[in-house]
């Protein structure tokens, strides 16, 4: 498994943009989907998005679709979120995660440690 680190979180008011970063440890990165997830407080972890290792594929949840685009860099080890016109609903703890495969019931076995966006009215 390898280590991820999120960076780039923030405040912003609504309207605003953000671009978050995935760091992994290691050249194995390529080999994986990658996926965003959120957690507010007090609510379960929700899907963002995911990529496939190649990034040839993408898939975006319903509420996010349209605002926000995944890519990743794989010559950097890194997976990114450009997150645009921001809502106060989309507060939350972000997490990345990596997956053996791009299926939909995917396992994520390897977690960041999350970075907070927080987007005021």
């Known amino acids: 498994q390898v280590q991820l680190v999120e960076s780039g979180g923030g405040l912003v008011q609504t309207g605003g943009s953000l671009r978050l970063s995935c760091a992994a440890s290691q050249r194995t990165f390529r080999a994986y989907t990658m996926g965003w997830f959120r957690q507010a407080p007090g609510k379960e972890r929700d899907f963002v998005a995911r990529i496939s290792s190649s990034g040839r594929m993408t898939y975006y949840a319903d509420s996010v679709k349209g605002r926000f685009t995944i890519s990743r860099d794989n010559a950097k080890n890194t997976v990114y979120l450009q997150m645009n016109t921001l809502k106060p609903e989309d507060t939350a703890v972000y997490y990345c995660?990596?997956?053996?495969?791009?299926?939909?019931?995917?396992?994520?076995?390897?977690w960041g440690q999350g970075t907070q966006v927080t987007v005021s009215s």
């Open positions: 995660a990596a997956s053996p495969n791009f299926a939909a019931n995917a396992r994520y076995d390897c």
